[in-house]
């Protein structure tokens, strides 16, 4: 797959996955990019994430908060809002079916593509 192909790929899911993260406790932008890089193509890199958590605070999605760190300077924490919490529970009801579907038509048609050969 190319690299224009995943960000394709990236574009729709990629801040859902950031609202998961988050989910449960606030985060660190740091400590968000390594956990999305665990999930291998999620995450180009972390330059990435910074505009996608400022359109989701822009959205009312996300909350940010300046934590002071142990060590250096303060640290920026993402926090999901209640209006963050509905559109990742939209997003969950509607990725299962739609996965599901995408899935089913590329199963569907599999055996008929021809191989390059």
Known sequence: ?????LVQLRKGVLEYCILAQIADAPKYGLELAKQ???YGNLL???????PI????R??????TMWVEA????PRRYYGITADGRAALRTFRETWVAFSADATAALAATQDRVPSAT
């Open 58 to 63: 822009k959205l009312g999605w996300v909350t």
């Open 44 to 50: 180009a890199n972390e330059g990435n994430l910074y």
């Open 70 to 73: 142990p060590a250096g300077p």
């Open 1 to 5: 797959m190319t690299e224009s192909q």
């Open 36 to 38: 999305l890089s665990q």
């Open 53 to 56: 958590l400022s359109r989701l």
